[in-house]
């Protein structure tokens, strides 16, 4: 009879799908579930998942199996040669059409002496003080008090914990009132993500039957700054280069050596600088090879509601990389970034000396239209044309008398990068459900700066990805103080619940 009453208040009917919930119902089901939200919140980030720790890893795999097992979810680990992933799984009678879910449960390392806060792990909830400083206020005062901009502060708030409590939280409400999608669901679970997911691929390949959906639907990273509905229709793929030069076998008195031993400090600066030109653009012949835009591609990138003086304020950039016009624009290149740079000692440790080595680690950001092998190949003709012999393990004597400059470079591929079209049937569908939880097109993402490993589901099982990202832009995640704004948290239970109860057909 409750259920009857509620159905009947709302003027819907939800059982056959004949009427799906409006913006109004789900926001009453939200308002309803949303608390107990919080406390699957609190308890998933209470257990600590960084990928390099297998204990830590174990224990949130178990929390996931139980919380879907005890909804009653199938759940099975898909072994690989490191990290299982886990696939849960709930069927629909009559379904037609099945949608795979992913998210990732592990989080970036944590360096609790930079934490504003007694335990990353322990979420704690906070407002902004007039001075702009975020400070703890009793978690009891959601009982009496709602803020949207208040925020939880905890190790993998927003990426990527917060998004599951939410997706469970929406099951939840939707569950107690009898609603269930049209449509079969399953959710991959990745539990190395931050560390590249480097089993992933492999998995996807072995485990295609068991994975095989009609589309599939990542819940990870963050909404436009705009901190509007979003959705992203692709990510950038990524790979890795690490370069060592070589100075003398053994690092040498700046005085006694100086002016005769070459330092690989300036070597290796040398060589990177010669990489880019003044304005920021990759200066290696051929590297933006293949990326043009037509005129609706280029309406697509000017319709993202930017406001790059605001970026560029928050940066503290008076000056950007001309890669692109835009910054959407320039994220639909693939990048050369030094992610790193080292050789011999700073600070207190500091001493006159001339280096043996200097090393950079670099980092490519892909798009569709670049081929990470095809831009190695270009970055090793022109290292060679800058007088370098390239090696792949530390040089030999003979190598060192043979050679003036030697590089040792190693490269890696983590994963490609992916994009789906904006009109697809995907797109289409994800538009109204979108539209009708918050009344508006969302703002669409052609492709994201950022890279998930979404490209080996998509080239295995052969279809659609698309991104619905939820938590705030300014969530400070890979970094100390992460955090999740009390309204996107209400906003991501709404926007999954539209999503579970638009008829897919």
């Avoid at 139980?66 to 629909?92: A, C, I, M, N």
């Avoid at 059409?97 to 930079?114: M, P, W």
């Avoid at 000017?302 to 000056?319: C, N, Q, S, T, Y």
């Avoid at 080996?456 to 970094?479: E, K, M, R, Y």
């Amino acid at each position: 009879m409750k259920k009857y009453s509620f159905l009947l208040a709302l003027g819907l009917g939800f059982q056959s799908f004949a009427q799906t919930p409006d913006q109004s119902a789900l926001e009453q089901l939200t308002d309803k579930q949303w608390q107990k939200g919080l406390e699957l919140l609190k308890e998933i980030v209470s257990i600590p998942n960084d990928a390099f720790y297998p204990e830590q890893v174990e224990n949130n795999i178990q929390w996931c199996e139980e919380q879907f097992q005890k909804r009653g979810w199938t759940s099975e680990r898909l072994e690989t040669d490191g990290t299982p992933l886990l696939l849960v799984g709930k069927t629909q009678a009559k379904a037609e059409k099945t949608a795979l879910f992913y998210f990732h449960v592990d989080g970036q390392a944590v360096d609790r002496s930079k934490w504003n806060q007694p335990d990353p792990y322990t979420a704690v909830l906070k407002s902004q003080s007039t001075n702009g400083n975020w400070e703890i206020i009793p978690m009891e005062k959601l009982n009496s008090e709602y803020n949207p901009d208040w925020r939880i502060f905890a190790r993998s708030s927003s990426d990527d914990k917060g998004p599951i409590a939410m997706f469970l939280t929406g099951w939840d409400a939707l569950t107690e009132e009898g609603i269930s999608p049209n449509y079969n669901v399953k959710i991959i679970l990745d539990f190395e993500e931050e560390q590249g997911s480097p089993q992933l691929p492999a998995a996807v390949v072995k485990y295609k039957e068991k994975l095989a959906a009609d589309l599939m639907l990542i819940m990870d990273g963050p909404r436009h700054t705009s901190n509007e509905p979003t959705l992203s229709y692709g990510a950038r793929g990524i790979s890795e280069m690490i370069l060592t030069t070589y100075g003398p076998k053994v690092p040498q008195h700046s005085g006694h050596y100086g002016n005769y031993a070459p330092n690989p400090g300036f070597l290796l600066a040398q060589l990177l600088a010669s990489m880019k030109d003044e304005n920021g653009r990759v200066s290696i012949p051929g590297y933006y090879d293949g990326i043009e835009f037509t005129d609706s591609e280029k309406a697509i990138l000017d319709a993202v509601p930017d406001d790059e003086d605001a970026i560029k304020k928050r940066l503290g950039l008076g000056r950007t990389d001309q890669v692109g016009q835009s910054y959407q624009e320039s994220i639909q290149y693939p990048s050369l970034n030094i992610r790193g740079m080292a050789s011999a000692w700073v600070g207190p440790e500091a001493r006159t000396i001339i280096p043996a080595t200097a090393m950079a680690e670099l980092d490519v950001r892909l798009v569709p239209e670049s081929d990470p092998n095809r831009l190695f190949s270009l970055i090793e003709d022109h290292i060679r044309k800058q007088g370098f012999h390239i090696v792949t393990e530390d040089p030999t004597d003979e190598e060192r008398m043979r050679y003036p400059k030697i590089v040792k470079m190693h490269k890696s591929i983590s994963y490609q990068a992916f994009r789906t079209s904006m009109d697809s049937e995907a797109g289409v569908w994800l538009r109204k459900a979108m539209n009708r939880a918050f009344g508006k097109d969302p703002v669409q993402i052609r492709i994201s700066g950022g890279s998930i490993p979404i490209s080996p589901f998509v080239d295995a099982l052969g279809i659609p990805a698309v991104t619905i990202p939820t938590v705030n832009a300014d969530n400070n995640q890979h970094s100390p103080n992460e955090n999740l704004r009390l309204g996107n948290y209400k906003e991501g239970i709404l926007t999954i619940m539209s999503v579970l109860t638009e008829p897919l057909n």
